[in-house]
Structure formats: C-alpha cells, structure tokens
C-alpha cells in the first residue's frame, strides 16, 4: 500500500500541476491535490476513512454530472462514436475535454475507495 499511495500522491501531484493553463484549472488542481493529500497520509500511515468517503461522494456526484452534461459522456459515446479521447493533448472539442474529465474523477474514486477499504481492514485487525 505504502508505493500504491506514494505513486498515486506523485501522480495527482503532476495531475494538479498540468492543469496551470485550464480555464478551469484552479478546480481541477484543488480536486487532484485532495486525494494526492490523502495518499500522502495514507503512505505515512495515517487514514482518514471520513475524508475518503466525503471525497468519493462529491466525485461521484461530479461524474455523474459529467455523464448526462451536453457535451459529457453519454454525448461522446452517442453523438460522437466514442472518438479517441488520446489522439492529441489539445483538447480542442467540448466532448474530449469533459470525457477525460469524467474518467479522471473515476480513477480518483477508485483511489478513494481501494484507501477507504483498507483503512477499514485495518482498523479490524
């Protein structure tokens, strides 16, 4: 747990920091750095299982939203044949940018929730 959490908290650092030039980059950097923080506790063994579950509630709600936006998820699959979302960097079309968004938000939530689970474990053992 303690390289998963440490290349997690490296990895949503570098996240946060991509995000300089975003029109909406201050949210973006504050939603990668909360979990980067948490991972960084979580590599000193300390966890927040309250922290995580707020976390994985406000993301998961954002995704959801992220689905049914005009141009999110289901926009992308339907309208747009599920185009590849890789191709370049420049996000040049609305549907790529929120896509990428949506998946984003769902590796954070993973992160949160492989976290919350283990600091559930281990609090039972």
Request: glycine letters at 4%.
């Amino acid at each position: 747990m303690k390289i998963f959490n440490i290349t997690c908290c490296i990895l949503f650092v570098l996240f946060a920091a991509l995000q300089y030039n975003d029109p909406d980059g201050i949210k973006w950097i504050i939603i990668y750095l909360y979990p980067a923080i948490l991972c960084w506790l979580a590599f000193r063994n300390k966890f927040y299982p309250p922290a995580y579950i707020i976390g994985i509630i406000v993301y998961l709600g954002y995704a959801v939203y992220k689905i049914f936006d005009a141009n999110g998820l289901i926009d992308w699959a339907t309208k747009h044949h599920a185009e590849d979302i890789a191709a370049t960097m420049k996000a040049e079309k609305p549907w790529i940018e929120e896509t990428r968004e949506f998946f984003g938000l769902v590796i954070l939530i993973v992160v949160l929730i492989i976290n919350y689970v283990y600091a559930r474990r281990r609090r039972k053992a």
